[in-house]
T-cell receptor, first 112, second 117 residues
Framework: AQSVTQLGSHVSVSEGALVLLRCNYS??????LFWYVQYPNQGLQLLLK??????LVKGINGFEAEFKKSETSFHLTKPSAHMSDAAEYFC??????????FGTGTRLLVSP | DVKVTQSSRYLVKRTGEKVFLECVQD?????MFWYRQDPGLGLRLIYF???????EKGDIPEGYSVSREKKERFSLILESASTNQTSMYLC????????????????FGPGTRLTVL
């Protein structure tokens, strides 16, 4: 079965610090992977997606993620956190048939 | 600008009531989805539709039904609302480029926070 695991339900960083949100996947076929962000009281917005064209994917708002097949990982990073990055982040997996499998989410807290 | 809209942001209903949640997209997408979001559980798929009048069960369809009479509109129906259906409900849509294609992103509406008393 396809699944996504996000380590850490909450991650706290200081403004200006590195952001690292972890995502590991399980899939029997080559995966398509996504990171979404959800700001308070809003729907989900796509940050970036991996579709096998390049292993390092750049997204909006300075975020990027690297696909590592050997580690079955797709971790999200940002070099310098901003207060506006405080939100919940979801990793998702799509192995075809149009459906996404989501992780349980990681809430990013940014302190001044 | 792509847009998925949901009929209500907040809704309060009583146990046993029939509840309709409406979702409209203006992107001419074939696929539409209903999820519920609960703390610590992420998003779970209730139903999805890949064409008008077509529907497929997701992971948690019990207690729900759906209707898709027009391409742009996808309705979620709680036949008899219960307190355990108190949740955030999110609608999404996506293109269908090839049945097996998995790279299409889903576009989400703002969500409806439903409280069942």
């Amino acid at each position: 079965a396809q699944s996504v695991t996000q380590l850490g339900s909450h991650v706290s960083v200081s403004e200006g610090a590195l952001v690292l949100l972890r995502c590991n996947y399980s899939s029997s076929v080559p995966p398509y992977l996504f990171w979404y962000v959800q700001y308070p009281n809003q729907g989900l917005q796509l940050l970036l997606k991996y579709t096998s064209a390049a292993t390092l994917v750049k997204g909006i708002n300075g975020f990027e993620a690297e696909f590592k097949k050997s580690e079955t990982s797709f971790h999200l990073t940002k070099p310098s956190a901003h207060m506006s990055d405080a939100a919940e982040y979801f990793c998702a997996l799509n192995t075809g048939f149009q459906k996404l499998v989501f992780g349980t989410g990681t809430r990013l807290l940014v302190s001044p | 600008d792509v847009k998925v809209t949901q009929s209500s942001r907040y809704l309060v209903k009583r146990t046993g009531e029939k509840v309709f949640l409406e979702c409209v997209q203006d992107m001419d997408h074939e696929n539409m989805f209903w999820y519920r979001q609960d703390p610590g559980l992420g998003l779970r798929l209730i139903y999805f539709s890949y064409d008008v009048k077509m529907k497929e069960k997701g992971d948690i369809p019990e207690g729900y039904s759906v209707s898709r009479e027009k391409k742009e509109r996808f309705s979620l129906i709680l036949e008899s609302a219960s307190t355990n259906q108190t949740s955030m409900y999110l609608c999404a849509s996506s293109l269908r480029i090839g049945w097996l294609a998995g790279y299409n992103e889903q576009f989400f509406g703002p969500g409806t926070r439903l409280t069942v008393l």
